[in-house]
């Protein structure tokens, strides 16, 4: 039995967060970001073995040995001759967040293999890295033999002729949260979803229109309000996990709650031989990453708010 081992092809930023209104900003602050880099972060943590593979400009070495030293290997994020790639992040003081992504290094065309690594049981994407890139790594997952679980979190969403060219047939799990799960839906039906849709709605409907692949299970998250999933099999609907606290800042609890989800696909993949989930399986794993996300909706920061395995109720 192979050891499971996640590829994350993704990006990593600088994230700059500016707090204050609107013309002198009152505080100052340099972290590290890119959703690439939250969720590899969040698979560490879980306890799976995780790879990125992106790149940096020089004014991103720092991010390269911080990822290191949280226990995601490295060793695919090239230093290349361009800045790194930046989120410039305005936090007002009633807590709303604006952001503005240079996308930089995370843009840098990378050479694209002809196949992936057989050391890999798990590739997982976003979109903050060249649409081709993503494109090619979707296809090859499934070009590997045996063929590597995909995982798609299309965030931020892309454009509309993008959607229409993603090898949807390649994808095994697709992540999205509310409002990125009724973009898909509106474009493609080609209808708008009226505001008050139920959720449980608008994912048959995405499932049932032509051009996506109904075998691909779909996991919506809700916020405070948890967490949908509909797979071959069924659906399943679980609360957010309750929470010890306040709400202190929900900015990374997406990517804690992929990271999780997909750490928890990998030991799945060890203790089973069948690589399908059952419904208790699947809820189980929905269970931990509800857990994790609502730890990191109490702590600030984003990477930094993500709790390690052993944090979560046992
Ligand atoms: P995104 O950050 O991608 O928009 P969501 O807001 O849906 O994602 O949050 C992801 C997960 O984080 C949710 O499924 C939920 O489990 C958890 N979460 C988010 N907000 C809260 C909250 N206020 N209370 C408890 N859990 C939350």
Redesign the pocket.
């Known amino acids: 039995m192979m050891t499971p081992r996640c590829l994350v092809r993704g990006s990593l930023n600088n994230d700059e967060y500016l707090h204050g209104q609107t013309i002198f900003s009152t505080k100052y602050e340099r972290r590290a970001g890119g959703k690439g880099a939250n969720q590899a972060v969040a698979i560490a943590k879980a306890g799976g073995h995780v790879d990125l593979l992106g790149a940096v400009g020089e004014d991103g070495i720092w991010l390269i040995q911080y990822l290191q030293a949280i226990g995601v290997n490295t060793d695919n994020v090239s230093v290349v001759e361009t800045h790194t790639g930046r989120a410039m992040i305005q936090v007002a003081d009633d807590g709303e967040n604006s952001i503005i992504l240079y996308p930089g290094a995370n843009f840098y065309s990378l050479p694209l293999p002809r196949a992936l690594d057989a050391r890999y049981t798990h590739l997982l994407l976003q979109n903050e890295v060249l649409f081709s890139s993503t494109q090619t790594y979707l296809r090859l997952s499934k070009s590997s033999n045996p063929p590597i679980v995909s995982i798609f979190n299309p965030?931020p969403m892309p454009s509309k002729e993008q959607i229409a060219h993603i090898p949807w047939i390649s994808l095994d799990w697709l992540i999205v949260?509310?409002?990125e799960a009724t973009t898909l839906c509106e474009i493609f039906t080609e209808e708008s979803i009226l505001e008050d849709t139920p959720i449980p709605e608008i994912i048959t409907k995405l499932c049932n229109s032509p051009g996506f692949y109904r075998s691909t299970n779909i996991i919506c998250?809700?916020?405070?309000k948890?967490?949908f999933a509909r797979t071959p099999h069924g659906t399943i609907a679980l609360p957010?996990?309750s929470?010890q606290g306040p709400?202190i800042d929900?900015?990374?609890?997406?990517?804690?709650?992929t990271g999780f989800f997909v750490a928890g696909l990998m030991e799945h993949s060890v203790s089973k031989a069948s690589t399908t989930l059952s419904l208790p399986e699947l809820e189980a794993i929905l269970r931990t990453?509800?857990e994790a996300?609502?730890i990191?909706?109490q702590r600030r920061g984003t990477i930094e708010s993500i709790p390690t395995r052993n944090e979560l109720p046992q």
């Open positions: 965030s949260n509310q409002g998250t809700l916020g405070a948890g967490v957010a996990a929470l709400v929900t900015t990374g609890a997406g990517d804690c709650f990453s509800v996300s609502a990191c909706v």
